[in-house]
């Protein structure tokens, strides 16, 4: 069976930094791309950063710059550092890992709250 579990949220001032984990229960090479999203109140979710099998990396405009999205394979754990943080990165963040033209798998998600 597969578990995504996340950690890392938490509550940080402006300008803060996180960094969030997703660990697998499976190897993440099971997987052609495993993402970040995040849901912010009222707001539908949207993905922040995404990584595929091959290493091909992408980005929200609104975290370019800010955001790195990285993997450790032997540990099977994806990771979010996430810098200068702003208020409207506020949100409840979700991993995800699919195989292409299956339903993606979905963690339950950690709530990153950027307040002073």
């Known amino acids: 069976q597969v578990q995504l579990v996340e950690s890392g949220g938490g509550l940080v001032q402006p300008g803060g930094s996180l960094r969030l984990s997703c660990e697998v229960s499976?190897?993440?090479?099971?997987?052609?791309?495993m993402a970040w999203h995040r849901q912010a109140p009222g707001k539908e979710r949207e993905l922040v950063a995404a990584?595929?099998?091959?290493?091909?990396?992408n980005y929200a405009d609104s975290v370019k710059g800010r955001f790195t999205i990285s993997r450790d394979n032997p540990k099977n754990t994806m990771y979010l550092q996430m810098n200068v943080l702003k208020p409207e990165d506020t949100a409840v963040y979700y991993c995800?890992?699919?195989?292409?033209?299956?339903?993606?798998?979905w963690g339950q998600g950690t709530q990153v709250t950027v307040s002073s």
């Open positions: 995800s890992a699919r195989v292409y033209n299956r339903d993606p798998y």
């Open positions: 499976v190897s993440i090479f099971s997987f052609d791309a």
């Open positions: 990584i595929t099998k091959g290493g091909r990396i």
